[in-house]
């Protein structure tokens, strides 16, 4: 059965059927609105394909996230972070000449202009770290301009060249842009770092080193930040991605695109989670370690309070980076010497919430933000930079979504509505209302 058949005002219409590579079907309703004048109802695209994609494949139902192929859990224990943005971007894991190629254009592209510091500057040292980096993103565009885009020179006639050159010059800029933001809030001085010497070292180096003072690279952190950013770096239409694409399917810039999707990850009910989830437990260790007080507040719908880190839009099951995350969270404290209490509360609110009907019937799962701040504040990550550390991992999953658009000539995002307003009204001067 390749079609299906709905009936409206006594006539019926066929309207055909998609499968993915894993079985997923959709109804293809581009034809239903010339068919039947009507259009679908779905907020919050709770059920709604908004594009064929080669890069994620997401089952929230068993549980499984594969990158190109690969399931997550052997990409976060094998896999780099660099071979896997070089994955999801061009589609298959480099060869060793590939990567050498695209580091050393990375190391070609990681120089920001010295203006951009003053940009920088100029933000409050109380202003939030993902906004500073969402406009510092876009305002790289400024100090990187396209040739002009007209009839004659569309995104649609852009080259694989062009593609490749633009977003070796995002995988160098944004981590930079990071390390700066980190370092600007510790009063630190601003550095570029060489890639060369790894892309995850590289970062670390970037935001830890100290002045006066010789790196030393500390392989736990550097392991334990590599399997972070593997595990954050795509995951299909969510919010921040879907935004990303919306935005450039307009022929916006990959920055702009991008700049976009770290104002879209920002929120708490996306990326801002990790941020989140740290404050709860907190709050919940300076209150005795009440757990059971939490546990009401979350599941009174008059309060507002949720509990963070917990639920997903697609896992009904359980997020398979949550699994990875708890176990490193346990490695790193341990390797790294310390005991953190907060680790013990979230692991007795994850146990009561396991237990509890209110989020068993609602499958309701700790995610993937729940045990990551933990690791984050453990690699003495202040918690205002956990959604930034979420950007950067985010990123090559961003551009490998942006250039699939790209490549497909996907038309612009542009969705209907139900309108319930008004009915058409005379207007009236303001002395006759
Ligand atoms: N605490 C308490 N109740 C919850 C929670 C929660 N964390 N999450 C969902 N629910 C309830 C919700 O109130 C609703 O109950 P009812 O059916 O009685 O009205 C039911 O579960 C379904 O929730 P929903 O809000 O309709 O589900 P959604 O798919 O629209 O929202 C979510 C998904 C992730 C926004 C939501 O679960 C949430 O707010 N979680 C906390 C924030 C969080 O951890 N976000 C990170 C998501 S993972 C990282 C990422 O990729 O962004």
């Known amino acids: 059965m390749n079609k299906i058949e709905i009936k409206h005002n006594n006539e019926v219409f066929d309207l055909p059927i998609v499968k993915g590579t894993e079985n997923e079907t959709g109804i293809n309703i581009q034809q239903l609105r010339s068919k039947t004048n009507l259009i679908t109802l779905d907020p919050g695209f709770k059920n709604t394909g908004s594009c064929k994609s080669s890069i994620t494949f997401l089952d929230g139902e068993n549980g ?5 192929g690969y399931s997550i859990e052997s990409l976060a224990k094998n896999a780099s972070f660099l071979e896997v943005a070089y994955l999801l971007i ?3 894991l480099p060869l060793k000449n590939e990567l050498d190629k695209l580091t050393n254009d990375i190391q070609d592209n990681a120089i920001i202009d010295e203006d951009l510091k003053k940009i920088l500057d100029s933000f409050p040292r109380s202003a939030h770290p993902m906004g500073i980096l969402s406009s510092l993103t876009s305002a790289l565009i400024a100090f990187n301009p396209e040739k002009k885009i007209s009839l004659s020179n569309s995104y649609k006639n852009k080259s694989e060249i062009f593609l490749y050159n633009t977003i070796v010059k995002l995988l160098a800029k944004i981590p930079i842009l990071v ?13 570029y770092g060489d890639f060369r010497n790894g892309y995850v070292e590289n970062i670390t180096r970037m935001m830890f080193q100290l002045p006066n003072q010789t790196y030393v690279q500390n392989n736990v952190v550097v392991n334990a930040m590599n399997k972070l950013l593997i595990l954050h770096a795509d995951h299909e ?25 770290i104002s879209a990850l920002w929120g708490r009910l996306h990326g801002g989670a990790n941020q989140a989830v740290i404050e709860m437990l907190e709050a919940i260790k300076n209150d005795n370690g009440d757990i059971k007080k939490y546990m009401i507040k979350a599941k009174d719908k008059s309060d507002p309070f949720r509990l963070m880190g917990f639920g997903h839009r697609v896992y009904k099951n359980f ?3 949550a699994k990875i995350i708890k176990i490193a969270a346990h ?12 680790l013990e509360i979230a692991k007795s609110l994850e146990k ?17 933000d729940f045990y990551s701040g933990i690791i984050y504040k453990a690699l003495n990550i202040p918690k205002e930079m956990f959604t930034v550390m979420f950007a950067l991992g985010r990123v090559p999953g961003w551009i490998a979504h942006w250039r699939e658009m790209r490549l497909n000539n996907d038309p612009i995002g542009r969705p ?18």
């Open 64 to 68: 499984i996230l594969r990158y190109r």
């Open 90 to 92: 061009f589609g298959d």
């Open 179 to 191: 390390s700066w933001v980190h370092r600007r809030r510790k009063g630190l001085s601003l550095d």
């Open 237 to 261: 239409q969510n919010c921040s991605t879907s935004t990303v694409r919306i935005v450039g399917s307009s022929e916006a810039s990959l920055f702009a695109s991008v700049s976009a999707g």
């Open 319 to 321: 997020d398979p980076r």
């Open 331 to 342: 490695e790193v404290l341990k390797d790294l010497g310390i005991n953190d209490p907060i």
């Open 352 to 368: 009561e919430a396991l237990d509890d009907e209110y989020f068993t019937s609602r499958k309701l799962y700790p995610n993937v």
């Open 416 to 433: 209907r509505q139900i309108y319930i307003g008004e009915e058409f009204r005379e207007y009236k001067k303001i002395s006759e209302r």
